[in-house]
């Protein structure tokens, strides 16, 4: 099992970026697909994430609530994260997560397969 993630760059603030991680060695429809990240000196943190069994509910940090979108292509095994309004603070390293059987979507703990991470670096 594999997650590939793409789409990290460097941007100007208040830029865009798509962020995309195919996922192969199995499918992921009933997984719960997302994204964390760490910035340097801090911790690993929930960004969003897209829960697999329950239709289209997602979930968002409150620093990124409006400004990015997370969605998910259950046939390409895929999820994407658009990334809107981009200030230097959401300058991290960007993971691609997915689980199943979460209890507690920001605990990273609960994920099970995690890619490989891509850098996003955003100037002021």
């Known amino acids: 099992v594999q997650l590939q993630a793409f789409g990290g760059g460097l941007v100007q603030a208040g830029g865009s970026l798509r962020l995309s991680c195919a996922a192969s060695g199995r499918t992921f429809g009933t997984y719960s697909m997302g994204w964390f990240r760490q910035a340097p000196g801090k911790e690993r943190e929930l960004v969003a994430v897209a829960i697999g069994w329950v239709g289209d509910r997602r979930m968002y940090a409150d620093s990124v609530k409006g400004r990015f979108t997370i969605s998910r292509d259950n046939a390409k095994n895929t999820v994407y994260l658009q990334m809107n309004s981009l200030k230097p603070e959401d300058t991290a390293v960007y993971y691609c997560?997915?689980?199943?059987?979460?209890?507690?979507?920001?605990?990273?703990?609960?994920?099970?397969?995690w890619g490989q991470g891509t850098l996003v670096t955003v100037s002021s």
């Open positions: 997560v997915a689980g199943s059987g979460i209890s507690s979507y920001s605990t990273s703990d609960e994920y099970n397969y």
